[in-house]
């Protein structure tokens, strides 16, 4: 059985893309206390596209550049969270070009689509 943070966390997000407009989101969500960093990045793509296609949201992803995400919640204490803390440590951007990833942003899109076409940083700047 997972521990479950009490207080929903408020999760403001914009997904930046190769060849489209930022989408923008806003959505609560309970996290598990051990939630990985990973996990946590996961969660949050799903849910930007819950009470959506489901079945579309990967192909959504496919050109993925950025994932910049603002959090809120009334209770401080999940600032303690691990998870919490590594989004924090990240200012809340996750990059997704691959000349731009890190190996944190390299296990998140390994074995899915998620940026799986997105295109270097120098070919998106000069397109």
Known sequence: M????????NFDVILSFDDKDQEFF?????????????????????????????????DALLDLCKLSVCI?????????????????KRNGKYYFQPNQRDEMENDIVKNTVIASKTKNFEERANA
């Not at 997972?2 to 966390?9: L, S, T």
């Not at 598990?32 to 996961?42: C, G, I, M, P, R």
């Open 2 to 9: 997972k521990i479950m943070f009490n207080e929903d966390i």
């Open 26 to 58: 806003n959505f609560n969500m309970k996290l598990a206390v051990d939630t990985t960093e990973k996990d946590l990045v996961h969660s949050i793509l799903i849910g930007c596209f819950t009470g959506k296609c489901l079945d579309a949201y990967p």
């Open 72 to 88: 809120s919640c009334k209770e401080k204490d999940f600032l303690k969270l691990p998870c919490i803390k590594a989004l924090i």
